[in-house]
């Protein structure tokens, strides 16, 4: 599901944190692929899947392929001033 894709977020629909991290990597410009957990036939196996690779929490944010973790992991990259980079080196934004 993260395969060739630059930036993928698997979110809740419901869930303001999830809408928070969707919001701020948009305003880099990014079009995230994002998959609504709580909308999916087998979203609980997808998110149990993600438990085990350690991400504990929702959103799970992949940049490049790579997981970068949930909301706490995404924002301190932010107040890093590296989130950006990141978005660059996945392709998912230019400038």
């Known amino acids: 599901m993260v395969t060739n894709k ?3 977020i698997f979110s809740r629909s419901t869930c303001c944190m999830s809408h928070s991290i969707k919001s701020l990597i948009s305003s880099f410009g990014a079009n995230p692929t994002v998959h609504e957990l709580d909308q999916l036939p087998n979203g609980q196996q ?3 899947a ?3 690779l350690g991400c ?3 959103p799970a944010v992949f940049i490049g392929q790579q997981l970068i973790g949930g909301p706490n992991q995404v924002m301190s990259l932010q107040v890093k001033n590296q ?3 990141l978005l660059k ?3 998912a934004i230019w400038i």
């Open 6 to 8: 630059p930036v993928v």
């Open 46 to 48: 997808i998110e149990s």
């Open 50 to 52: 993600l438990q085990q």
């Open 56 to 58: 504990s929490d929702v």
């Open 83 to 85: 989130l950006r980079t």
């Open 89 to 91: 080196k996945a392709g």
